[in-house]
């Protein structure tokens, strides 16, 4: 066989054997170690804008789908305070963003709008609020029903968590379908890739018509509506 064809049979080798590498490190990322994920509502806001687009680690508290990734892959402690994605309980096919409220055996109550620890108010200095708490000459006015004024007390138990949304008043949380179970915790998220400026209504469009849409939209507005300020924001 001629050397010029060995040669060719070499490089194309390399060539396929570094593809399949690449391909090979790029799904183990995908699934164990980072995840994109994209704002489409406004529950962590201010924190979180709707167009932030995030990476979530999801390697910090390890895989919770089998044994043998349970065994091979560390388990992170999640703590108070952490922002994370997760499975929504209620739905486990979508994923939801919140700030972990309560860990295991944390007393979590809300009055008037203020969360409590152990009897204790937390300092939430990523809190956002859309309307000031009733005060007590208005309590008659609020039915026990809004959890956004007064919620609990409760005792999160064992391998759960009490997460909230930094938009109080606007968000779907622990405090209406109840605590988050350990094994649905996917990931912590660490920082803004990319910011874009789009309305609420081109996130809430569906199918592939609005796909399109979407994405002349960006092609369109690249570097008018690009949050360049937010890039490389980590996330606290």
Do not use: C
Not at 5 to 13: E, G, I, N, V
Not at 99 to 123: F, M, N, Q, S, W
Request: glycine letters at 8%.
């Amino acid at each position: 066989m001629p050397a010029t064809t060995q040669f060719q049979k070499s490089t194309l080798r390399e060539y396929f054997e570094s593809i399949v590498i690449a391909v090979i490190l790029a799904l183990f990322i995908r699934t164990f170690v980072v995840q994109a994920f994209k704002i489409p509502t406004g529950s962590m806001e201010e924190n979180l804008l709707i167009g932030d687009h995030l990476l979530v680690n999801k390697f910090v508290f390890g895989p919770s789908e089998s044994r043998v990734e349970r065994a091979l892959l560390p388990v992170g402690t999640v703590h108070r305070g952490d922002v994370i994605v997760f499975k929504y309980p209620e739905e486990p096919d979508r994923d939801f963003i919140k700030r972990v409220i309560g860990v295991p055996g944390d007393t979590v109550e809300v009055r008037e709008k203020k969360v409590y620890i152990d009897g204790a108010p937390l300092d939430e200095p990523y809190a956002h609020y859309l309307q000031p708490a009733a005060d007590a000459s208005e309590f008659h006015e609020v039915t026990s029903f809004d959890v956004r004024e007064r919620y609990g007390p409760v005792m999160v138990p064992p391998n759960q968590y009490f997460v909230m949304g930094d938009n109080r008043d606007n968000s779907q949380d622990s405090r209406y379908w109840g605590f988050l179970p350990r094994g649905n915790i996917k990931g912590k998220a660490l920082l803004i890739y990319w910011s874009y400026e789009a309305g609420r209504e081109d996130y809430q469009r569906e199918g592939v018509g609005a796909t399109l849409k979407g994405l002349a939209s960006v092609f369109t507005h690249f570097f008018t509506r690009t949050r360049w300020e937010r890039m490389a924001h980590q996330i606290r």
